[in-house]
């Protein structure tokens, strides 16, 4: 990959709506395959050949919701 393509961290473009203490404006955007809730934690979660891994998880408390935004082949 040359520094000039974009980095794929998954096919969805996430909304998520956070508190104040996380981000001013109360909402955040992540790219990832698919999202889980663990324990109260939102996970975002990238599927690659060598396994799952997690790009962004959100602690209890700190996310209210979230939604697919947009898709990408």
């Known amino acids: 990959m040359s520094n000039n393509e974009p ?7 996430w909304y998520v709506r956070v508190t ?3 981000a ?10 698919e ?3 663990k324990d109260g934690v939102l996970l975002f979660i990238q599927h690659k050949d060598e396994g799952a891994t997690i790009n962004m998880a ?3 408390g700190t996310w209210l ?3 697919v935004t947009s898709y990408q082949k």
């Open 7 to 13: 980095i794929n961290y998954g096919r969805y473009y």
């Open 20 to 22: 104040k203490e996380i």
């Open 24 to 33: 001013e404006t109360g909402e955040q955007y992540v790219q990832a395959d």
């Open 35 to 37: 999202a889980q809730v």
């Open 58 to 60: 959100f602690a209890p």
């Open 65 to 67: 919701t979230t939604y």
